[in-house]
């Protein structure tokens, strides 16, 4: 399968990474993607960079040696409503928005509270992606998360950081794992992410093509070969004219 897009990954902006866009733009040409997310933590993050960081992205080129670069944010949810650290207007600019449950941000509570939480951003027209719903702190109900998923065309993510069997979150690969078997129930797409940290990370999928392989995932549901699909999800999630400049 050819992997052209990769829409997870952070530099040294967000504190706790360690490259450049420069060197995450190189490694994306040098693995073969089209097109490099940059989306740097938001501000309730501990370290990240602050919001005029993310008021300032049109200072950046959108293309570096063949990569096509988009520019938006990791957002953290803030509470059971679905709150965000960054306001509408900010977010309005941004090529990609993601959002997560994040431990420093939103204390991991029960599975309603937890699962309110991603449906109430999952109907936020600001929100692109769901970033890392398998973390087991973080207990969901998938089905509901699904379902709102497809109704409201907000992708979920397979976070290949969150997979990692070295990583610090549980049970991802059994919550991926019944995740995807949902989407395939109801026709959803999923985006691979890499969430690199460091430029050698970027593009690269190890640990969540196998979880796609054992779940027997389609990969006409997969946007990270088939970029149409990405582009139509997107469309169809809003329809703001100057958003998406791909």
Do not use: W
Request: charged residues 25%; glycine residues 6%.
């Amino acid at each position: 399968m050819n992997y052209l897009l990769d829409l997870h990954t952070h530099t040294l902006a967000s504190g706790h990474a360690y490259s450049t866009i420069t060197e995450m733009a190189h490694a994306a040409a040098m693995t073969g993607l089209d097109m490099l997310g940059i989306t740097e933590h938001a501000p309730e993050m501990p370290g990240t960079c602050h919001s005029f960081y993310f008021m300032n992205l049109n200072a950046i080129p959108r293309k570096m040696e063949s990569v096509k670069l988009l520019f938006g944010v990791e957002l953290n949810l803030l509470n059971a409503d679905g709150d965000v650290d960054l306001p509408e207007e900010t977010l309005a600019k941004m090529d990609i928005t993601i959002a997560s449950l994040h431990t420093p941000c939103f204390k991991p509570q029960g599975i309603k509270e937890n699962t309110q939480a991603v449906l109430n951003a999952i109907k936020n027209p600001y929100i692109d992606i769901i970033g890392h719903p398998d973390d087991g702190r973080y207990p969901l109900d998938y089905e509901a998360i699904v379902k709102e998923a497809k109704k409201y065309h907000t992708l979920l993510e397979i976070n290949n950081a969150s997979l990692n069997p070295e990583g610090f979150r549980k049970n991802t690969r059994e919550n991926d794992i019944e995740m995807l078997k949902i989407c395939k129930a109801y026709g959803v797409p999923v985006v691979l992410s890499s969430d690199a940290h460091y430029a050698d990370a970027v593009g690269k999928f190890p640990f969540a093509k196998e979880v796609i392989k054992a779940a027997g995932f389609p990969e006409n549901l997969i946007a990270n070969h088939k970029k149409e699909l990405l582009f139509a999800t997107l469309a169809e999630k809003k329809n703001r004219s100057g958003l998406y400049k791909f």
